[in-house]
């Protein structure tokens, strides 16, 4: 019926934007005809979303479905766990793929770019929307490599629920309880999918019992495995009791049996069965007071009885209040176990109603969105993808950037299917958008619908902040809801092939820190050449390498260096005074202040002013005081590295009067400087926490190797066939350490890295690299 749909989306045509009214089915389809669809990949798509078959639904709920019927969700696990099958085969299943992608063929929907398809990993989060039995999923495949955490971070913040992918035959690793954690943070209800069934080594029980020591959960057995490894051939529902075996001539994994467990012909597994239910039934009535009343009231004779529909409520709001998490089991890879944990998602995940977001209440029904990432299109520049929390967006309309104080348009709204788009006329509250015509809006500002409406959300968060005054800074992170981002570890410089070429590669520089907030640009001061920082040799490649694809830019970058920090270890008094006159003003300032080493750590200088110099400070002269130590402490003595752990108390300040804030600026910072120079001083260098999985046959080299980078190690564990070594190791000496650990093992070992903290290097490692860029300087 909607054959055409396709042949339209391939040719790109062009026709006027779809309004809704009340229309007869031909007028439906026509309009549906209408949809601009956008389709850059050279692969099979089917229908539009809401479309499935011959199915036709109304326009309405095709745009915009009723807000019970929204899931918005996550996928998040350790690299290499199976997420973006996982997600191939949910998109399949649901209608909206004619052909199932492969990572290692380089064919997936939501790996789109050119690198994660060469690398066969995700590195940023795609959305991607698509419908199931009548609900709307909004989906986000987030990677699990360390570098990019910050993708996950942001796309978490935005979610409503999370699937939890793991492999059946490793249990949590080392980035699952990174992610595990960030969902923590950000209250999100979970499920798990213990997925790799089929792998030799697989063990469900120790996949569940690892969820249950190291992420400190409860885990809810909702499924049973039929077979492990090569002999997995399905899984049991505990909560119908009934069993779902593939068809194994079909493999593609549609047709699957459900047959109800029987006393004749499955003895042994409905006793397993009936046992697993009781026990989730005493678990979940131990944490839901409501179903643990009807358990006991009406069903404590047989908890056989018991309805299946009653216990998945039961269920559902256990999991919405994050006491446990149901756990279901599979192989995205074989096509077993994915048709179950879309109806767990939309059965036990929460719709955006049942979230409590405090900072709704202040908007009254008015847009709220929060701007979770931005990508750069060729045609259309700078695509922005919200969470609307409130109110309607349509195309055309005005909107209020609350972080950037400033009035932007949309000019066009769109439903994002990874990169393919479809334009549609308006979308409503618990909807992720696409929105083109933004210029200057980055990743985390909220959108609102005008000054005016945030200037009113802010006055009745302040009125609530006055009833409840420990709530009143909640209520402005809130207002201003953004992504924490983690401080860089890895640098280098990086040049054009031409200086006529430099304003090129600023611009593709600004484009991708829109981008991605966790990559920073900075100029050197001396040398004046352009320097990145980010999160990890993959990161900078990746940075590199898109420059080169997407820019035509071939730049050439410096060595990779560690981002090491400075501090100072006794306190040290300074006076210095600055005169200068200028035209016919004279500027004279005189400064005294002590500097001193703290044992918190703080990444920023701590500010303090000594009796009596702060009160009659005005407040242009105390910013200026306080920019001038911030920037004094950008660099360090030694290295030229930021200085942290430090207090500055602030004694005396006279001021002639005229003088600028510039010039008091400039006397405070030479002041800091002067007294950072006197002091005794210390590097600190990045500590990284390591997690190296190995057959057994393999530890004594990767020990040895691991000695000599100098590393510590915390504890070598047992997991099946293979050895986990848990340490910490200096990230100046992890460098290049994929390619060795390969060597080492035969390519069989993996790795997981993740800063810890800064810790002070001992004297001699200190004195070598003292030594050693002082030459690297000399050469230059």
């Known amino acids: ?50 479309l499935v078959g011959n199915d036709i639904k109304s326009l309405h709920s095709i745009i915009s479905p009723p807000i019970a019927k929204i899931r918005n969700i996550g996928i998040m696990a350790h690299i290499d766990a199976g997420k973006t099958t996982t997600t191939e085969r949910i998109l399949y299943y649901s209608g909206y793929t004619r052909s199932l992608g492969d990572v290692d063929d380089g064919d997936t929907v939501t790996d789109f770019m050119a690198q994660e398809r060469e690398r066969g990993i995700t590195i940023q989060s795609a959305a991607v929307t698509f419908d199931w039995k009548g609900y709307r999923v909004n989906l986000i495949d987030t990677p699990g490599h360390v570098d990019f955490t910050l993708e996950v971070e942001r796309c ?37 999918f213990l997925n790799k069934m089929d792998k030799t080594g697989a063990s469900f029980k120790y996949a569940v019992e690892s969820i249950r020591e190291k992420l400190k959960a409860k885990p809810l057995l909702l499924q049973l495995p039929l077979g492990e490894g090569k002999a997995f051939k399905g899984v049991v529902d505990v909560v119908s009791k009934e069993k779902l075996v593939w068809n194994r001539k079909l493999e593609d994994g549609k047709d699957f049996e459900r047959k109800p467990l029987l006393e004749m012909s ?40 018991l309805p299946a529909e009653k216990l998945q409520t039961a269920i559902h709001r256990v999991t919405l209040a994050q006491t446990a998490v149901p756990v279901l089991c599979g192989s995205a890879l074989k096509n077993k176990g994915v048709q179950p944990l879309l109806d767990a998602i ?24 929060l701007a979770f990432k931005v990508l750069h299109d060729k045609q259309r520049g700078p695509l922005v993808f919200m969470r609307i929390y409130s109110g309607m967006i349509k195309p055309q309309s005005a909107i209020y950037n609350f972080n950037g104080n400033c009035t932007e348009r949309i000019s066009r709204l769109l439903l994002p299917f990874a990169d393919q788009h479809i334009e549609i006329p308006s979308l409503t509250a618990g909807n992720i958008a696409l ?13 609102v619908s005008s000054k005016s409406s945030a200037l009113a959300a802010a006055r009745r968060a302040e009125r609530e902040g006055e009833k409840k005054p420990r709530q009143n800074n909640e209520a402005e992170r809130l207002l201003l809801a953004g992504v924490e981002i983690p401080e860089p570890v890895f640098f280098c410089t990086i040049e054009p092939p031409s200086v006529a070429r430099q304003p090129d590669l600023d611009y593709a520089l600004k484009c991708l820190q829109r981008e991605d907030p966790s990559l920073k640009v900075k100029l050197d001061p001396d040398s004046g050449q352009t320097v990145l920082c980010g999160m990890g040799e993959l990161h900078i490649e990746i940075i590199h390498d898109r420059i080169k694809r997407e820019y035509g830019l071939e730049t050439y970058l410096g060595p990779l260096q560690v981002a090491y920090r400075e501090t100072i270890l006794n306190a040290v008094h300074a006076t210095d005074t600055l005169d200068r006159t200028l035209g016919d003003k004279r500027h004279l300032v005189t400064v005294e202040l002590e500097v001193k080493p703290i044992e918190a750590s703080s990444v920023t200088p701590v500010i303090k002013y000594a009796a009596g110099v702060g009160e009659d400070l005005p407040k242009v002269s105390q910013e200026a005081i306080e920019n001038g130590i911030h920037s004094a402490c950008l660099q360090g003595p030694l290295l030229g590295s930021p200085v942290q752990d430090v207090a500055i108390t602030l004694h005396s300040l006279i001021i002639h009067p005229g003088t600028s804030t510039t010039m008091i600026s400039a006397c405070v910072s030479r002041c800091v400087q002067k007294a950072l120079k006197k002091a005794d001083k210390q590097v600190l260098e990045p500590l990284m926490n390591l997690e190296v999985t190995m057959m057994r046959d393999y530890l004594s080299p990767v020990l040895a190797d691991l000695a000599q980078r100098r590393g510590t190690i915390q504890e070598i564990q047992t997991r099946q066939e293979n050895k986990i070594v848990i340490g910490f190791v200096p990230l100046a000496e992890i460098m290049g350490y994929s390619t060795a650990l390969r060597t080492l093992t035969s390519g069989s070992a993996t790795f997981a890295l993740e800063l810890s903290n800064y810790q002070a290097m001992n004297p001699q490692d200190q004195t070598t690299l003292l030594s050693r860029r002082s030459g690297l300087t000399q050469v230059l």
Not at 28 to 38: M, N, Q
Not at 175 to 180: D, E, G, K, R
Not at 270 to 290: G, M, P, S
């Open 435 to 447: 929105t083109v015509g933004l210029k200057h809006t980055a990743t985390g500002d909220t959108i």
């Open 346 to 369: 939309t059965m036990y995940l929460p719709s955006p109603e049942e979230r409590n977001y405090e900072f709704l209440q202040w908007y009254k029904g008015d847009l709220c969105a």
């Open 266 to 305: 499955d003895a042994e597994l409905l006793k397993e069965t009936t046992e697993a239910r009781n026990a989730l039934i005493e678990q979940v009535a131990d944490l839901d007071d409501e179903f643990a009343d009807l358990v006991l009231g009406e069903f404590s004779e047989n908890f056989d009885l």
């Open 156 to 192: 978490l913040r935005v979610l409503d629920g999370a699937v939890a992918v793991f492999d059946a035959s490793a249990g949590v690793e080392a980035q699952t309880l990174t992610v595990w954690r960030q969902a923590d943070k950000h209250k999100i209800p979970r499920i798990c």
């Open 1 to 50: 019926m909607f054959s055409h749909l396709g042949k339209f989306g391939v040719n790109h045509k062009k026709t006027p934007i779809l309004h809704i009214n009340n229309m007869c089915c031909s007028k439906i389809k026509a309009s549906l005809k209408r949809l601009k669809l956008y389709v850059p990949l050279g692969r099979n798509y089917s229908s539009l979303p809401g």
